[in-house]
């Protein structure tokens, strides 16, 4: 990590833990309950620099056929959601960056598209609860430096990396989380010619920028104090997450796929970091993952940190050999 941004992390924690209280955050959220949590600590929540809607998450996306879109080059990240009787989409990470959460519906199906960056974590959940459909909005919080997302309807706080709720009347309410994954624009063209790509947002953003150069590359994440990994692992070090196993990437690669645990996890080059060169595009290639079951079928799972991994999954198991 720079010596900068090491030095703002530190300053920010500082000021965080300052206000690790929710009787300060009452004011710009009136109508959340902090009565009802499953935060133990307080302090494990931080500011993480934009207000409340600070990043604007997307409604009612607006699409382009892919087979029109020049604007994304071939090896720029997308996450794809393929719904059986529905046209593919791609939610282009060059988009997604900036917004984090994307509300659609595919299919009749009600889904939130979203993605940390700090935590590299990118899934698709069904926006349907035993409450309705909720929207999803980002609250500019971040727990163990994963995104802090809030639903409107109740204004209750969710943690991106296990749809779950954690804070607000929804508390211990969790989202299923469907079946999609990054994988590069040119890997999604070829495989669906007709499918569907997200239109740039009418958002005054640089899209295709890296605002986060440098990051995947970093010793330690931003805001950040939690242990390390075990196993010798490197905290920015990419995993597949599949329930609360984790595969390092550098294994999957280095094996040319794995097949454990009843599923078959893939990798194939060609994608993209985002979270390296200053411009997506040029990213070095950490490849694309795919994970299916026994009949073929795609397996829900996150290609996130290492870091983020043992921080919501403690003990969680890692298929290290």
């Known amino acids: 990590m720079p ?9 920010m924690l500082i000021a965080s833990l300052a206000h690790a209280d929710p009787r300060s955050w009452r004011v710009e959220w009136p109508e ?4 009802k949590t499953a935060v133990r600590d307080w302090s494990e929540i931080l500011s993480g620099g934009p207000p409340k809607d600070g990043i604007p998450a997307i409604t009612g996306p607006k ?3 892919a087979s029109s879109e020049r ?6 990240p997308v996450i794809t959601l393929e719904i059986p009787g529905t046209q593919a989409r791609a939610y282009p990470i060059r988009y997604l960056t900036w917004h984090e959460i994307v509300n659609d519906t595919v299919g009749g199906v009600p889904v939130a598209v979203t993605f940390c960056p700090l935590c590299n974590s990118g899934m698709t959940f069904d926006r349907r609860t035993a409450r309705g459909v909720l929207t ?3 609250s500019g919080k971040l727990r163990h430096s994963d ?11 969710w943690q991106q990396a296990i749809g779950e709720a954690i804070v607000g009347d929804l508390t211990g309410t969790k989202l299923k989380q ?15 010619p007709d499918g569907l790509v997200m239109e740039e947002p009418e958002y005054n953003r640089s899209y295709g920028r890296n605002p986060y150069q440098g990051y995947d590359t970093s010793a330690r994440p931003f805001l950040y104090n939690g242990e390390d990994p075990p196993h010798g692992i490197p905290p920015l070090e990419r995993v597949v997450r599949v329930g609360d196993r984790a595969w390092p990437l550098t294994r999957v690669r280095a094996e040319g796929g794995v097949t454990q645990a009843g599923v078959s996890i893939s990798w194939e080059a060609g994608q993209a970091s985002a979270l390296d060169h200053g411009t997506i595009a040029k990213g070095r290639d950490v490849g694309t993952v795919r994970v299916r079951d026994g009949q073929g079928r795609d397996v829900p799972h996150d290609v996130m940190f290492a870091f983020a ?8 198991v890692w298929m290290v050999r």
């Open 32 to 35: 959340t309950n902090f009565d």
């Open 136 to 138: 999803f909005g980002v």
């Open 309 to 316: 991994f043992h921080a919501f999954w403690p003990k969680g």
């Open 178 to 192: 469907m079946p999609s994954w990054m994988e590069s624009w040119d890997q999604f063209r070829a495989r669906n």
């Open 71 to 76: 604007r994304i080059a071939g090896t720029e």
């Open 147 to 157: 995104m802090v997302m809030y639903d409107r309807e109740t204004q209750s706080w």
């Open 3 to 11: 010596r900068f941004l090491a030095l703002l992390t530190s300053l």
């Open 63 to 65: 699409y382009r056929k």
